[in-house]
């Protein structure tokens, strides 16, 4: 089934009914996102586990809220961090208000947790982003950089990445060891 109109807006999504499906809106068009793995959702919940258990307070963990891009352009990432006190009530945030995104790749996502997401949580301002990979369990942790990409926005760097053991010191200091996310 073709979607015939391709000018919905964050305005529309927050008028779906509850029921929905689970969509993110990428330039006016509304996708339907695919179920998750058991293997996706076993990394999301250990990660989603490990980070709150070691976040500061003034940051929170969230699972599959989406977060506004742009006027037609919505994302769901995986795992996010974001700001506390944010109202319980949101379902969908501001760029501003998340301080990572995670994204795991599975087989049907490979390019879009790779390529296109990372630049559109960039072009966003979302200063922080991690990839996980599967199979074996391997952590991609990047940063917004000073490079500045074809359209003028400022891009990822890449930090540092691991099958063993994620050392940083931003967003909070992290010293995550991989098996701990590796179901």
């Keep these: ?7 919905y807006t964050l305005e529309d999504l927050l008028t779906l009914p509850d029921d929905a ?3 993110e809106l990428v330039d006016g ?3 339907v996102t695919p179920s ?8 999301s919940l250990l990660l989603a586990r490990w980070l709150s258990q070691h976040v500061p307070t003034d940051l929170r963990v969230s699972q599959a809220v989406g ?3 742009g006027f037609n352009t919505s994302r769901q990432p995986d795992v996010l961090l974001r700001r506390a006190g944010l109202p319980a009530d949101r379902s969908l945030l501001r760029p501003e208000d998340v301080v990572l995104a995670v994204e795991i790749v599975s087989p049907g996502t490979r390019r879009i947790d790779r390529f296109a997401k990372p630049g559109e949580y960039a072009a966003a301002g979302i200063r922080h982003y991690w990839r996980i990979e599967q199979d074996p369990v391997h952590v991609y942790a990047y940063r917004i950089g000073d490079r500045i990409g074809p359209g003028g926005e400022r891009q990822y760097e890449l930090v540092t990445d691991s099958a063993e053991l994620i050392e940083l010191t931003e967003p ?3 010293k995550l060891p991989v098996a701990e996310i590796t179901p």
Excluded at 1 to 7: I, N
Excluded at 36 to 43: E, F, K, M, V, Y
């Design 1 to 7: 089934m073709r979607q015939q109109r391709a000018d």
């Design 29 to 31: 068009v509304i996708q």
């Design 21 to 23: 499906p689970r969509v």
């Design 172 to 174: 909070f200091d992290i």
């Design 67 to 69: 977060v506004g891009l």
């Design 36 to 43: 998750p793995t058991l293997g996706h959702q076993d990394i």
